[in-house]
């Protein structure tokens, strides 16, 4: 049996392969930062402020916030601000049931 010869034709990349292989590589490139764009927009999508998310309870002075999402809790202590007539309320505060405005 005559041994084989090596194919000289698969060795050297014809014009046809040197762009198809351009083509594919565009394309896998493209594909990449597609996926990219998708996992940062299915990050942001799970991180973000969702409705019903936090619940609060209030008892007396102090407030829990309850994040549903990281099963995490946050007790906040509330202070009594005392504002007195002469005196004009910080903006952002609402008047009390005495003052009038």
Do not use: C, H
């Not at 049996?1 to 034709?9: D, L, S």
């Not at 392969?17 to 999508?45: D, N, P």
């Not at 990281?70 to 009390?96: C, D, F, I, N, Y």
């Amino acid at each position: 049996m005559p041994p084989k010869e090596p194919r000289i034709e698969s060795q050297i990349p014809t014009p046809d392969t040197v762009t198809s292989l351009k083509r594919v590589e565009r394309f896998l490139r493209l594909l990449t930062w597609q996926m990219f764009f998708l996992l940062a927009l299915l990050l942001y999508l799970a991180v973000r402020p969702q409705a019903g998310r936090y619940q609060f309870t209030v008892a007396g002075e102090d407030v829990v916030v309850f994040d549903t999402a990281s099963s995490r809790a946050l007790a906040v202590k509330l202070q009594k601000q005392v504002v007195s007539p002469g005196e004009k309320a910080e903006p952002g505060t609402s008047p009390t049931a005495g003052e009038s405005k």
